[in-house]
């Protein structure tokens, strides 16, 4: 079993579907169990949908390239696009939505970011030549 | 995205029969979640049972689908996986649904 994963493919729901789906099989294969794959899952989902629906703005023409390795007791990702940069070029804050509300009131979004900041450490955002560049680690939950 | 539904007089039954409620097909996930609650029951059980996958824009579809039922109806939530249990206590929305083990644990509470 290779140490690393790298792929690349377009920015497209349905191509992010299946790249989620070859990193969990490429994770189960490298021998990561428990709630690993899960949560490396639902962080990619949340960071590689926005890139689709933000950076690349629903073009669908745009590159994304994931990548993945061991490092310490846990698993280190780099997220590459050339998509447009974050708003303010920073990660957007670890906010929790506010749910203390009436019912109609209750968010249909915002859920993203916070999920990432919670399931993720070392989360680092840099832009470079006209690229952005996404870095954190998914840790087990006893290592963290 | 396949939705059955099942009614008695005062619950009906929604059976998700995907794998995933995630970016790609939320706003279908919304849309038919209106068609087959647009009448009914006052407690609507949504089981998500055979779901492994949610994502933020899925959580934001069930909070819209909770919405769509108007103030005098309730939805729940019943059969959560390991996966999406953790999107409703990382957000905090399993204190705004209530949260059923299964299907059978929500009809024994609504029973009579």
């Given at each position: 079993?290779?140490e690393?994963?790298?792929?690349?493919?377009?920015?497209?729901e349905?191509?992010?579907r299946?790249?989620?789906?070859?990193?969990?099989?490429?994770?189960?294969?490298?021998?990561?169990?428990?709630?690993?794959?899960?949560?490396?899952?639902l962080?990619l989902?949340?960071?590689?949908?926005n890139?689709?629906?933000h950076?690349?703005?629903?073009?669908?023409?745009?590159?994304?390239?994931l990548?993945?390795?061991?490092?310490?007791?846990?698993?280190?990702?780099?997220?590459?696009?050339?998509?447009?940069?974050?708003?303010?070029?920073?990660?957007?804050?670890?906010?929790?939505?506010?749910?203390?509300?009436?019912?109609?009131?209750?968010?249909?979004?915002?859920?993203?970011?916070f999920?990432?900041?919670?399931?993720?450490?070392?989360?680092?955002?840099?832009?470079?030549?006209?690229?952005?560049?996404?870095?954190?680690?998914?840790?087990?939950?006893?290592?963290? | 995205?396949?939705?059955?539904?099942?009614?008695?007089?005062?619950?009906?039954?929604?059976?998700?029969?995907?794998a995933?409620?995630d970016?790609?097909?939320?706003?279908?996930?919304?849309?038919?979640?209106?068609?087959?609650?647009?009448?009914?029951?006052?407690?609507?059980?949504?089981?998500?049972?055979?779901?492994?996958?949610?994502?933020?824009?899925?959580?934001?579809?069930?909070?819209?689908a909770?919405?769509?039922?108007?103030?005098?109806?309730?939805?729940?939530?019943a059969?959560?996986?390991?996966?999406?249990?953790?999107?409703?206590?990382?957000?905090?929305?399993?204190?705004?649904?209530?949260?059923?083990?299964?299907?059978?644990?929500?009809?024994?509470?609504?029973?009579?």
């Amino acid at each position: 079993m290779p140490e690393s994963f790298r792929l690349e493919f377009p920015s497209e729901e349905l191509a992010v579907r299946r790249a989620l789906e070859r990193l969990r099989h490429w994770l189960l294969a490298a021998g990561w169990d428990g709630a690993v794959p899960g949560k490396v899952e639902l962080v990619l989902g949340e960071v590689l949908n926005n890139v689709v629906e933000h950076a690349y703005d629903g073009k669908m023409d745009g590159l994304i390239v994931l990548s993945c390795r061991a490092r310490g007791a846990g698993l280190a990702f780099d997220v590459k696009d050339a998509g447009r940069e974050m708003p303010g070029l920073a990660l957007p804050k670890r906010r929790p939505a506010k749910l203390d509300c009436a019912l109609d009131d209750l968010p249909e979004g915002g859920f993203g970011w916070f999920m990432v900041h919670e399931l993720t450490e070392d989360l680092a955002y840099h832009r470079v030549a006209g690229r952005n560049a996404l870095t954190f680690s998914v840790i087990p939950d006893d290592q963290r | 995205m396949d939705l059955q539904s099942s009614e008695t007089a005062d619950m009906q039954i929604v059976t998700v029969n995907e794998a995933r409620i995630d970016a790609a097909v939320a706003i279908r996930f919304k849309d038919r979640m209106r068609e087959v609650t647009g009448t009914g029951a006052p407690h609507v059980i949504l089981d998500l049972a055979q779901v492994d996958f949610i994502d933020s824009s899925g959580l934001g579809a069930i909070v819209a689908a909770m919405k769509q039922l108007g103030a005098t109806r309730r939805l729940d939530l019943a059969g959560l996986s390991a996966n999406v249990d953790r999107v409703f206590r990382l957000t905090r929305m399993d204190s705004v649904f209530t949260i059923h083990d299964d299907v059978a644990q929500a009809q024994a509470v609504y029973a009579g």
